[in-house]
């Protein structure tokens, strides 16, 4: 288990929800997206954690948009820390970017891309904050148990993996439902991605994806038991900067979440008698 102000993600605990819109737009959007994401969790009682990428370094085109200034976008995500009192989470690629992010967030994420990155690992360990690290696309669950043993090399076990989905031929992602049990059992928090798990990853110049599949990909997972659950949530998808075929429409949180909510309870219901 692992706690966070008092949350506490782990160990039997409500479900956690990860979720925000892919990168900083804009200061106007991500203030807004994150207090309507805050006042629906607070309203059905999910603990909620605000994730934003600050800049994103793994996309498909040169062209494709990266972020504001990266000082910039990191206040603004902890300016969302400060307003709202919710922890934040947002990705890092380089050690250098560890440390500079590390002073604005609670949680360092390590992109799937990245996760058998050993200095990255290290160095996000070595701040003592919590690290969300995701499976890469290319990897079996069980070897999810190298990158955690990286980050924990430093004396820091506060680590969460995260499932997003398998490479599945050129362009296409499926989950394997057993990896979630998979890495449970190395003994860390798991954490359901279900908005990168539908992406159809590079078809051309950008990727796509089915976001008909986040709700059942979503389901599934806390039926099964997970410890969070990530989603990628924009006002706008078809306008978003990046993955703008993968993020659930603001609107749909809602009715999603009072689902899940309802299937979490039973789940810890069934698991106390």
Same mark, same amino acid.
Not at 51 to 66: G, I, L, P, Q, V
Not at 122 to 150: C, R
Not at 241 to 248: P, T
């Given at each position: 288990?692992?706690?966070?102000?008092?949350?506490?993600?782990?160990?039997?605990?409500?479900?956690?929800?990860?979720?925000?819109?892919?990168?900083?737009?804009?200061?106007?959007?991500?203030?807004?997206?994150?207090?309507?994401?805050? &006042?629906?969790?607070?309203? #059905?009682?999910?603990?909620?954690?605000?994730? &934003?990428?600050? +800049?994103? %370094?793994?996309?498909? &085109?040169?062209?494709?948009?990266?972020?504001?200034?990266?000082?910039?976008?990191?206040?603004?995500?902890?300016?969302?820390?400060?307003?709202?009192?919710?922890?934040?989470?947002?990705?890092?690629?380089?050690?250098?970017?560890?440390?500079?992010?590390?002073?604005?967030?609670?949680?360092?994420?390590?992109?799937?891309?990245?996760?058998?990155?050993?200095?990255?690992?290290? $160095?996000?360990?070595? *701040?003592? +904050?919590?690290?969300?690290?995701?499976?890469?696309?290319?990897? %079996?669950?069980?070897?999810?148990?190298?990158? $955690?043993?990286?980050?924990?090399? *430093?004396?820091?076990?506060? @680590?969460?993996?995260?499932?997003?989905?398998? *490479?599945?031929?050129?362009?296409?992602?499926?989950?394997?439902?057993?990896?979630?049990? #998979?890495?449970?059992?190395?003994?860390?928090?798991?954490?359901?991605?279900? *908005?990168?798990?539908?992406?159809?990853?590079?078809?051309?110049?950008?990727?796509?994806?089915?976001?008909?599949?986040?709700?059942?990909?979503?389901?599934? $997972?806390?039926? @099964?038991?997970?410890?969070?659950?990530?989603?990628?949530?924009?006002?706008?998808?078809?306008? $978003?900067? &990046?993955?703008?075929?993968?993020?659930?429409?603001?609107?749909?949180?809602?009715?999603?979440?009072?689902?899940?909510?309802?299937?979490?309870?039973?789940?810890?219901?069934?698991?106390?008698?």
């Amino acid at each position: 288990m692992i706690e966070l102000n008092n949350i506490k993600i782990g160990g039997g605990n409500p479900l956690v929800l990860i979720a925000g819109p892919c990168v900083v737009e804009n200061e106007k959007m991500v203030r807004e997206t994150a207090a309507e994401i805050n &006042s629906v969790a607070k309203s #059905i009682g999910i603990p909620f954690i605000f994730k &934003s990428s600050y +800049k994103k %370094a793994n996309r498909t &085109s040169a062209n494709s948009f990266t972020g504001l200034d990266p000082e910039e976008a990191l206040r603004i995500i902890a300016n969302v820390r400060k307003d709202l009192g919710v922890p934040v989470l947002t990705d890092v690629h380089t050690e250098q970017e560890v440390f500079m992010a590390a002073e604005y967030v609670d949680v360092l994420q390590i992109p799937a891309f990245l996760c058998r990155q050993t200095d990255l690992l290290i $160095a996000a360990g070595k *701040t003592g +904050k919590i690290v969300n690290v995701k499976k890469g696309q290319f990897l %079996a669950p069980e070897d999810m148990k190298h990158a $955690a043993g990286k980050v924990a090399s *430093t004396g820091n076990n506060k @680590i969460m993996l995260t499932e997003r989905g398998t *490479t599945f031929g050129y362009h296409n992602l499926v989950v394997d439902m057993r990896s979630l049990i #998979i890495m449970r059992e190395l003994g860390y928090p798991v954490v359901m991605d279900a *908005t990168h798990s539908v992406q159809l990853p590079s078809k051309g110049g950008f990727s796509g994806g089915q976001p008909k599949f986040i709700k059942p990909l979503a389901k599934a $997972a806390v039926a @099964i038991g997970v410890d969070a659950l990530f989603l990628e949530v924009h006002p706008d998808p078809e306008k $978003a900067l &990046s993955d703008a075929a993968s993020q659930l429409p603001l609107k749909d949180l809602r009715p999603l979440l009072e689902e899940i909510k309802e299937l979490d309870d039973l789940n810890k219901k069934r698991a106390s008698r």
